[in-house]
């Protein structure tokens, strides 16, 4: 191929997708421990409702002063792969605490989530010669993109349908190895879904359970070590995912699980084994974030307070939103250009950042606002997001009002 070609094929990709209208622009940041979630951005300052640092942690003072002692200590990067003199006893004792904290054997840790669920499950895919996955339709690009890597057979169910599942499962050869893969708690509808009944079906078809919990580590379950612990059956999934970078407020991932899957995954994952380990100053603040974490039962009630706070005005002001149970309220606009022009008002006119959703995170035609609520946010705060959201949605909005009928299952 000739080599102007390379770059026609490229950019007139991106250029098609810019003009369908899904193009991102990310807005420069500039957080301060001291006045979160008022922000300064280009001079000018917001208020973000937009985070995912859900209990502030990543602000937290003792997390903090335990970070910069490791670093003023040890130094900066960890010098290699956890196998070539990359492995510190702060990566050992994070992988003992992340282990204890979801209740289970061991654990394996990443650089991410992302990577953590890509690399597992493209690994466990690869250990049985023909694997069946069970995949909810509304799961995460980082599982999507560790089974479609690996290969194997995958049946999509509808989001959340344990009806539909059980019809797929019932249709599998019993021979097969089945795998079942989903989130605890969709983080761009807020749905909370009942681990409980996943892990019955995964008994009654012999199939194994893969479960991500990025979003509710932290904030759900006894100390906040997640849903499947809430719904009491922790011990009961084989895998279980969560990141480091939500609800601890640092970065990170990790897979937690029996120590013969563990050590199954830290033998062939190539994401674990093939890469420079984290900072050990970032191993210990996340050792003592989870610590932290596990003692903040008041800030999780309170986030769930603010929530049904913030939804209830909602309700009365008639903007709609997708009802859950959850800290994460996705108000739909369902259009990504009429989204993004939300977003810009409320950033210009009000001072208020909340990021448009639109395509590839969320179905074409179904973007969204999400918000988030944390400790540092108060009743007043919430009170002038909605006077906000008031100014510019109305309930009268033509495409809104077309839409009655919600589907969000795509
Ligand atoms: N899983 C889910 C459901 C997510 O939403 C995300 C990221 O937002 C990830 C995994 C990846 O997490 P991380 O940011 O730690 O890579």
Request: with cysteine; hydrophobic share 35%.
């Given at each position: 191929m000739k080599n ?14 810019f ?6 622009k ?5 957080r ?23 209990l ?25 792969t ?8 702060y ?7 992340i ?16 990577t953590?669920?890509?690399t ?5 895919c690869?250990?049985?010669e023909?694997?069946c996955v069970?995949?909810d ?10 089974i479609?890597n690996s290969g ?9 349908n344990?009806e539909h599942l ?6 599998t050869?019993?021979?097969i190895?089945?795998l ?7 983080s761009m509808?807020g ?5 409980n009944?996943?892990?019955?079906l ?20 006894n100390?906040g ?7 009491g ?6 895998l ?13 991932g ?6 013969y899957?563990?050590?199954y995954?830290k ?14 100053s ?13 003692q903040?039962d008041e ?8 929530s049904n ?5 909602l309700?009365?002001n ?12 996705p108000?739909m ?8 022009k939300?977003s ?6 009000f ?7 639109f395509?590839p995170t969320?179905?074409?035609n ?8 944390t400790p540092?946010?108060?009743?007043d705060?919430i009170h002038?997001?909605i006077y ?9 909005d ?8 919600f589907?969000?299952?795509i």
């Amino acid at each position: 191929m000739k080599n102007n070609k390379y770059k026609y094929i490229l950019k007139s990709k991106t250029q098609k997708f810019f003009e369908e209208g899904y193009q991102r622009k990310f807005l420069p940041i500039n957080r301060s421990i001291n006045s979160f979630p008022v922000i300064n951005s280009n001079s000018k300052k917001i208020k973000i409702w937009c985070t995912n640092d859900y209990l502030n942690m990543s602000h937290n003072q003792e997390v903090i002063d335990e970070s910069t002692k490791i670093l003023k200590q040890v130094g900066t990067g960890s010098g290699g792969t956890r196998n070539i003199s990359g492995n510190s006893p702060y990566h050992e004792s994070l992988e003992k605490k992340i282990a204890s904290f979801h209740n289970t054997e061991k654990s394996i840790i990443f650089s991410s989530a992302y990577t953590a669920n890509q690399t597992s499950l493209w690994t466990l895919c690869k250990a049985f010669e023909k694997l069946c996955v069970f995949s909810d339709k509304l799961n995460h690009a980082s599982l999507i993109q560790g089974i479609k890597n690996s290969g194997v057979e995958c049946k999509i169910f509808d989001h959340n349908n344990l009806e539909h599942l059980e019809s797929l499962l019932r249709k599998t050869n019993e021979e097969i190895p089945k795998l079942i893969v989903f989130e605890s708690l969709y983080s761009m509808n807020g749905t909370i879904v009942e681990v409980n009944k996943y892990v019955e079906l995964a008994k009654k078809y012999n199939a194994m359970t893969y479960l991500d919990e990025v979003h509710a580590v932290g904030l759900y379950g006894n100390k906040g070590s997640g849903l499947a612990n809430y719904f009491g059956v922790s011990d009961q999934i084989d895998l279980i995912n969560g990141t480091f970078a939500k609800g601890f407020g640092q970065i990170g991932g990790y897979v937690v699980g029996k120590t013969y899957l563990i050590d199954y995954l830290k033998t062939f994952a190539p994401g674990f084994i093939f890469t420079t380990s984290m900072m050990p100053s970032t191993a210990g603040a996340i050792s003592k974030s989870i610590s932290i974490v596990e003692q903040e039962d008041e800030k999780r009630k309170y986030i769930q307070e603010m929530s049904n706070y913030l939804k209830n005005l909602l309700r009365i002001n008639k903007i709609p939103f997708i009802e859950n149970n959850s800290h994460i309220i996705p108000i739909m606009i369902f259009d990504a250009m009429l989204v993004k022009k939300y977003s810009q008002i409320l950033l210009n006119d009000f001072g208020l950042y909340i990021q448009p959703v639109f395509y590839p995170t969320v179905a074409k035609n179904r973007a969204r606002l999400r918000l988030t609520i944390t400790p540092k946010h108060n009743i007043d705060d919430i009170h002038e997001l909605i006077y906000a959201l008031k100014k510019i949605i109305s309930p009268k909005d033509s495409l809104i009002s077309t839409k009655k009928q919600f589907d969000y299952s795509i």
